[in-house]
């Protein structure tokens, strides 16, 4: 079983930049999809992007491309999620998952997102 | 690009009550893109449901997950006083990639 344990708590200014890491046990990186789900102060979730197996490459919500980049360092099984030119929208706890599929009997691909990691909290004030 | 809207936005009910949740999807979406998490305060969302109805392991059988095209549904069939949370909807594979509902708040009433 994947376990998930994120960085801690970052305090940023407008207009900067905050990566946050995901270390993984269990599995290597490798045999994961990484995915990246924000939330806000009282708000629901929201997808940010992540590796989809099926197009092989990482994917981002079209809200945030050009400000995230989410990287992964095989050898320390970290994945890494930074977004730049931050504002105080971008005040939210930010979780890692990975997407696990599997083919139905109708050759569908099921896709959930199990386990995720604690979160990190990121709050954006000058 | 697909919407998936969440009704009730609170729910309260009691313990021993049954919840009904409902998702709807702006457009037909395969019901095997479809997932279920709840989330409690302070704490990172859980699986429930995936692919409309197949129950994660470890979720107990009062839980369950229905629906097609459209409509979906979760079922709690006997609330228990830890169920009390917010449910999302959750769909992944039609456009854009993924797509979260508002959730649903079911709290004691």
């Known amino acids: 079983q994947v376990q998930m344990v994120q960085s801690g708590a970052e305090v940023k200014k407008p207009g900067a930049s905050v990566k946050v890491s995901c270390k993984i046990s269990?599995?290597?990186?490798?045999?994961?999809?990484m995915h990246w789900v924000r939330q806000a102060p009282g708000k629901g979730l929201e997808w940010m992007g992540g590796f989809d197996p099926e197009d092989r490459e990482i994917i981002y919500a079209q809200k945030f491309q050009g400000r995230v980049t989410m990287t992964e360092d095989t050898s320390t099984n970290t994945a890494y999620m930074e977004l730049s030119s931050l504002r105080s929208e971008d005040t939210a706890v930010y979780y890692c998952?990975?997407?696990?599929?599997?083919?139905?009997?109708?050759?569908?691909?099921?896709?959930?997102?199990?386990?995720w990691g604690q979160g990190t909290l990121v709050t954006v004030s000058s | 690009d697909i919407v998936l809207t969440q009704s009730p936005g609170t729910l309260s009910l009691s313990p021993g009550e049954r919840a009904t949740l409902s998702c709807r999807a702006s457009?037909?979406?395969?019901?095997?893109?479809l997932a279920w998490y709840q989330q409690k305060p302070g704490q990172a969302p859980r699986l429930l449901i995936f692919g409309a109805s197949s129950r994660a392991t470890g979720i107990p059988d009062r839980f369950s997950g229905s629906g097609s095209g459209t409509d979906f549904t979760l079922t709690i069939s006997r609330l228990e006083p830890e169920d009390f949370a917010v449910y999302y909807c959750q769909q992944y594979g039609s456009s854009p990639l993924v797509t979260f509902g508002p959730g649903t708040k079911v709290d004691i009433k």
């Open positions: 998952t990975t997407l696990k599929y599997y083919y139905d009997s109708s050759a569908d691909r099921e896709n959930w997102f199990d386990p």
């Open positions: 457009q037909s979406i395969s019901s095997s893109y």
């Open positions: 269990g599995h290597t990186l490798i045999e994961v999809s």
